[in-house]
């Protein structure tokens, strides 16, 4: 090989080393979302920890090897002309655009990033462990090595979101941690391994929709992807139907009104686990529920037991490559 080609592919390996990675957000609801950005302890912050993305529009960032941290949208946002304001959905509570080193208030659709990790993979995932607010995607670009899979959920679950979980007149969906808050739906107290804690009726049926994104917290094996030296786009909503009807639709006066930050569940239910009412009002019941839109919901009847994991979910053919060993479903 020529010298100077050797010099040249050595500056270019070291220029990666250095700057890491490229994070491009790609807006393709048609309805302006605001992302939020939250660097892990120890990892520097990136440029803006939350900015406003009109639809239609992109900005990027770069962060360096060895960062690690969250992404997530923020939808239903007011914001005055000095940037002070709030969200109805993923909100930050900073009471500004930039989230300030805070996260995302659940229900929230995340992002989640390791850069560099294990002699230079990237490890990163779509996580609907915290609940769902918004469809979003992860790609890995830019000539990676390794699996560099596409990642997330296109999936609108919030027209799909049980009656006990959904929040407000639809704007995201709990998590039934977040609903219930249970060690078994948390997987805390004596549920917090994965021997103990299974995925719940409500995770079977996130996992079932979007079957590479995080469904509760030991989902690890289906939903953990690695890379190496590659870009990625996060793009929220991506080739699905529109949402801007669920942005004109709820009540802004009088008795159940939504306001930002508002998780209240106003639909009347008795909040109760295990029954679903699906869009249109499809009910759950036997071993799958169908709804209105076609989509499936599976494991419904658990025989009185919501921990008991779906061994469809398992058959998906991916090989995955973790922390160097070979899972093979």
């Known amino acids: 090989m020529d010298l100077s080609l050797r010099i040249s592919i050595a500056l270019l390996l070291l220029t990666r080393g250095v700057l890491g990675s490229t994070f491009t957000f790609v807006n393709k609801c048609d309805y302006t979302v605001w992302p939020g950005i939250l660097a892990n302890a120890g990892t520097p912050k990136l440029d803006s920890t939350g900015f406003e993305l009109p639809t239609e529009t992109s900005r990027t960032f ?12 923020r939808t239903g946002c007011n ?22 080193g805070a996260g995302a208030s659940p ?33 890995a670009n ?51 391994t994965p021997a103990t804690c299974k995925p719940s009726v409500y995770a079977q049926m996130f996992k079932s929709v979007c079957p590479r994104s995080y469904s509760y917290a030991y989902d690890d094996p289906t939903s953990t992807f690695t890379c190496a030296g590659a870009d990625y786009t996060v793009t929220f909503c991506p080739s699905m139907p529109s949402q801007k009807s669920t942005w004109d639709s709820p009540a802004t ?10 998780t209240t569940n106003n639909n009347n239910n008795n909040n109760s686990p295990g029954s679903f009412t699906g869009a249109g009002g499809g009910s759950g019941s036997g071993s799958e529920a169908m709804l ?31 922390m160097g060993v070979s899972f093979v479903f």
């Not at 770069?62 to 949208?73: E, H, K, L, Y």
């Not at 002070?84 to 989230?99: K, L, N, P, Y």
């Not at 659709?109 to 990163?124: K, N, S, V």
């Open 142 to 192: 830019g000539g990676g090595s390794g699996l560099c899979a596409t990642t997330g959920c296109v999936t609108d679950l919030n027209r799909q979101c049980p009656a006990e979980l959904r929040v407000g007149n639809g704007f995201a969906c709990k998590s039934a941690c977040e609903a219930f808050g249970s060690p078994e739906y948390c997987c805390s107290g004596a549920f917090n």
């Open 292 to 322: 209105a839109d076609g989509s499936w919901m599976a494991g419904l009847a658990m025989g009185g037991s919501t921990r008991m994991m779906n061994s469809n979910f398992l058959d998906m053919g991916f090989v995955l490559i973790l």
């Open 79 to 100: 914001f005055d002309g000095s940037g002070s304001g709030s969200c109805i959905t993923a909100d930050c509570g900073s009471g500004e655009v930039e989230c300030n």
């Open 62 to 73: 770069q962060a360096p090897t060895g960062w690690s941290g969250r992404f997530w949208a």
């Open 253 to 262: 006066t009088g008795a159940g009104a939504i306001t930002a930050g508002d």
């Open 107 to 139: 229900p929230a659709t995340l992002a989640e990033f390791t850069l560099g990790f294990g002699g230079g993979q990237d490890f990163y995932d779509v996580s609907l462990v915290d609940g769902y607010n918004i469809a979003m995607i992860v790609e």
